[in-house]
Each structure stands twice: as structure tokens, then as C-alpha cells.
């Protein structure tokens, strides 16, 4: 089969919400009982480590239970019991410069250990299993590792709802808050985490902790050293918000019986994963594990070299059609961005317009008249008094026009309006939006929704303005390369913006051709009924409307075809 002619042998397909790929060299394990009966016949320390805001009494009650079934006395050690007090946790990990910021923190450094005094030296259990479970339990003697795991959109489910703990927080403690998970908790445990991939015996994906599905740890890297050099998806997940649209339920058939699908995580590393598995029996595996375990492969030298084991770019949507405006914010300069919140790039953005019109909006870059001090002064009645304001008197709009792409730098004004599906191309960190204005708008428990107008004016930029906004963050396409029925252009870059978005057309029969040249793309199909990606390797991936794919560096050549009879246009990006 020509690449010219692959995509005809294929036909369009709805969006897939559950992408798995096959375990190789093994089996999905499903359940506590099988679980338990991989464990050798002679007293074993089994370490089991995961999150901290996780149901860690269930699990030690249902896997006790298994190994009772195998007739294995059990005894148990919660290693979380062992951390340093409280006072001394929040000492060893607290920013003085944002102490009390009610919404952000500085990024936790060090490491796990680090929050333990000392390291407990559990007793073997005569004729069974000890157990030592929590976070942490792999830095204890141990003979057997498990790592249990459950997205982290269960954790900030858990502490929103106020079931869930913080790392080292007892009940006594208070109550726990999203702000140390996003910045202290998830720092430290992806580091801990990310360390023990290579030792692992058994991932254990816990979404359901009556029905667990492991992979061996042999069965683990095998198939993440296999995806490494292939393209592949992650798992979406779509979540609600006080101004979420209605598009991808109505759209693409996701969480239709939810209030709304605001924001759509198509690829955001620090919280993605990757199914593995079939549809009877698959298991949720970080992403972020995937990149920390083949970083060159999936990332390229000269990225890798750059950002670490840091995935730096991603993909999400923004859904207001039927819903509301998104809040007028901004995003932290490079500097305030490492010497305030410790991350070591920062939050570019770009906007490309999936569905919108004329008289849609998009908020982008200050007018060229805007007095800094009124907008301040407004901003501040709004917050405190609840008096709204003309944003519009300081922020300029563009109409929503379809396939538009807007570049939003660090510190530029900017919001999508309603009506709207944004596809966000922009750098990896995503919890760092500082609101100017949110339309007064209250959350679920009828507060008005935090502005930060502190850290938003310190990092507004007062020279994205006027006419400036339109001639270098409206871009006019650009030609780049073009083939037989097929053409790429360049949509949107700027030299203090380490990644660029582009755009490949297919029109006609002939594929498209590409090499990641030792940097990684990502592609997202925004018109047409898909594409059907080939590797020089032999790898095929078909992709549809509105997914998104990463093609690892390691892939190197492959080929673009479209599926269908209509032209498909796709959204590209790669690191400059």
C-alpha cells in the first residue's frame, strides 16, 4: 500500500474518548485477588506507595482481604503515620513571600523524604505479608514495590470536597486546600514517583478500588518503551466550570450528563495518561512517567536538554458555546514566573479558534488609550465592592473568526468570549491565570469567583497595546513547505516563545510529509473527518476531529493522510 493511497482503506471515525494501547509482554491484571496471588509464598514486606489524597483504608481493607483469601496473616504500617508533624511540614515546604496568598504557592523543591524525620524499619510478618502503605512506603526495606494510583483529578475532587488529606496533614490539621495540592503535594510526589519507575513490580490504576488493573512493572516499561517510539494518544478528560460550554458534549459525546464541558484536557503532562490495555481491562498510566522514563525518545536531545523531563507543551479546549465569558486574566512573565513560583518557563498561550463567528469575541492586548491606573482602580472596586466595569474600555477584542490563531505572550491581557471552542496551544504550565475581572461572576457555593490583582498588574504588560496587539499576535499565515495536494504554514511565533504553531492542510489524495526532525509534534485534526498517520517504522495511528496525537521524536519520518473526501486541516506544534 502507497502513502498516497492509505487513507482510503480507512473510514471516519467519532472521537475516541478512551485511546488504549495493547500491554506488551503481558497481561492486564484485574483485581485484589489476582493481584495477591503474584506475591511470593514466604514472609514479604510489600511496599505500597501512591498519593496522598487517596482512599488509602479501602485499599488496605480489600487487599487484606485477598491475602487472607490466600491464607496470608497480614500486618500493616501506614507510613503517612510516620511523617513529620504538621508545623514542621508546613515550615519545610512554605513560600514566606506567598503565605498568604489564598490561591498560589511557590513550587516545592526537594524531595519526599525530605518530610520524614526518620525512616521506619517495619518486622517481617511470620508466614505473610507486611504491609507498608502511604506515600513514602518505597523508602522503607521493603521486598515487593507497588505503586497505586488514581488520576489526579480524583485527588482535587477529594480535597475540594474535603475528604481527601494533604501530604502529612492529619484530621486535626484542618482542612485541606487545592493550593498545597496543586504546588506542594504534586511536586513532590511526581518527583518520588518518576524516581521509582524503573523498580516498580506493579502499577496498580485504583479508579476502582473494587476492581484495580495492574501492570507488572517487566509488562510497564516494555510497553511505554514501545510507545516511546510511536505515536500515540492520552486520555482525555473534560472538566466543569462556572462559564463551560456545551460543545464536546453536544459535539464530540462527552460527560453528557455533566453540568458543562468548560475545559477539555486533550494533553496537559502534568496530569495526562496513557490507557494500556483493551476495552475489558486497561490501566491509567501517567504520562509524565512515560517522559521521566525515555525523555530523548519522546522529547528529542535538544528539548531534553532545555526542559529535563519536563513535557513543555500543551493542548486543551476552552468550550463556551452556550456558556459564558472566560475571565479577563494574564499569565506570569519569565522572571516573576522562576522567582516567584518556581517554575523555570512560563505560561505562553495561544488561542486557535475552533468554533466561533463575527460577533463573537476574543479579549486580547490593552487598547491603545487604556489608562493603567483607571483599570486598576476599577478592578479593585469590582473585587471589593462588587461594581462592575466596561472591560472593553482597556482590553481590546477581535471577532472569533474560525481558524484564526491568536499568540497570547506572558502578561498580555486576554480571554475567550462566549460562544466560543478554543483550542489552547501554549506552554505546560496551566494553574497560573491572573484574574483582572471574571464578570463578578460566584463559584457552586455562591462566592464570587478570587481575582489576583496583585500578582495580575505586577505582571501586566503595558507594551502589548494598541496597534502593536493586531500586527504581531494576529499573524497572517505564512507558507512553509507544500507537496502535492498538501501545504503547511506557519500561524503564530515570537522570539521570547520557545514553541510555534502551525498548520498543515490536506486537500488532496497524496499524503503529507513530515520528519520530526529529533523534536517531538503534536497534531490536532480542527477540520475534516481525520487522518490517517504512518511511520517509516511501520506504525500507523488514525486520528478524528478535534483528537490530538504526539508523535515522539524518536519517529523521526512519517506521512500525513487524510481520511474522506474533504479537505482536513490540522493544528501543529513543536518546540522552535
Known sequence: MTPETRGRDVQPRPYESNPHYPALGGNVVAGWNALAATLPDKPTILAVDGPAAFDWPALVERLTSALETRGLATSAMDLQAHLAPWPSILERTGSPALADDPDFDRLAEGNLADLFDEIPTPDRTTGGVTLVFGPGAALVTHDVLWYADAPKRYAEAAVTAGTGRNLGQRVSDGPPTTKRLFYIDWPLLDRHRDALADRIDYWIDCQSLATPAGLSGPVLRSTLRNLASRPFRTRPTFNTTSWGGHWAQRKLGFNEEAPNTALGYELIAPESGVLIGDEQAAAEVPFQLLVALHPREILGEPVHEVFGTSFPVRFDYLDTVGGGNLSVHCHPRSDYMREVFGWPYTQHETYYVMVGGEQNKVYLGLRGDADLDAFRHEAHEAHHHETPFDIESY??????????????????????????????????????????????????????????????????????????????????????????????????????????????????????????????????????????????????????????????????????????????????????
Open 395 to 576: 482590553v481590546q477584542t477581535f471577532p472569533a473568526d474560525p481558524h484564526q490563531l491568536f499568540v497570547i505572550p506572558a502578561g498580555t491581557p486576554h480571554g475567550s468570549g462566549e460562544g466560543n471552542v478554543v483550542l489552547e496551544v501554549s506552554a505546560t504550565p496551566y494553574l497560573y491565570s491572573l484574574r483582572f475581572y471574571d464578570w463578578l461572576r460566584r463559584d457552586a457555593q455562591g462566592r464570587q469567583r478570587p481575582v489576583h490583582l496583585g500578582h495580575a498588574f505586577d505582571n501586566l504588560a503595558p507594551d502589548r497595546t494598541g496597534d502593536t496587539v493586531r500586527s504581531e499576535l494576529v499573524q497572517a499565515p505564512r507558507p512553509l513547505r507544500k507537496g502535492d495536494g498538501w501545504y503547511e504554514e506557519g500561524l503564530g511565533a515570537l522570539p521570547e516563545m520557545f514553541f510555534e504553531v502551525r498548520r498543515v492542510v490536506v486537500e488532496g489524495e497524496y499524503a503529507a510529509t513530515d520528519d520530526t526532525d529529533g523534536r517531538f509534534h503534536i497534531l490536532n485534526v480542527v477540520e475534516g473527518d481525520g487522518v490517517d498517520i504512518s511511520t517509516a517504522a511501520g506504525h500507523r495511528h488514525t486520528l478524528a476531529y478535534a483528537e490530538t496525537l504526539v508523535i515522539p521524536a524518536a519517529v523521526g519520518a512519517y506521512t500525513i493522510t487524510k481520511i474522506g473526501n474533504a479537505p482536513v486541516r490540522l493544528v501543529k506544534s513543536l518546540v522552535c
